[in-house]
Nanobody, 124 residues
Framework: QVQLVESGGGLVQPGGSLRLSCAVS????????IAWWRQAPGMEREGISC????????YYLDSVKGRFTVSKDNAKNTVYLQMSSLKPEDTAVYYC?????????????????WGQGTQVTVSS
């Protein structure tokens, strides 16, 4: 059974930091890319970062570049999203998802498994 489980969300003040985790089970992770998406109220879900597991190549949405860092721990089958200099517009539910082609697709429909999401709220 495939599971992606996000954790680490919460309430943080503007300028603060959070680290999200995506624990993956039931997949041979080396064959995949793992992406982070987010969805704010009333907005479409958007892909913000992705990592190709076998070679560590990373991608970022322009609005988070320089503030967010995606990384992986192969031994723990876990992907992380370190978020710094958080802004109120980063408030959203954050999801991790697996791309079975391992290429960090920019299409929502390319991802086969999704986590349940974790809420991130940036507010003073």
């Amino acid at each position: 059974q495939v599971q992606l489980v996000e954790s680490g969300g919460g309430l943080v003040q503007p300028g603060g930091s959070l680290r999200l985790s995506c624990a993956v089970s039931g997949l041979t992770l080396d064959n995949y890319a793992i992406a982070w998406w987010r969805q704010a109220p009333g907005m479409e879900r958007e892909g913000i970062s992705c990592i190709i597991i076998h070679d560590g190549t990373t991608y970022y949405l322009d609005s988070v570049k320089g503030r967010f860092t995606v990384s992986k721990d192969n031994a723990k089958n876990t992907v992380y999203l370190q978020m710094s200099s958080l802004k109120p517009e980063d408030t959203a539910v954050y999801y991790c998802a697996s791309d079975p082609k391992g290429v960090c697709s920019d299409s929502y429909f390319a991802f086969d498994y999704w986590g349940q999401g974790t809420q991130v709220t940036v507010s003073s």
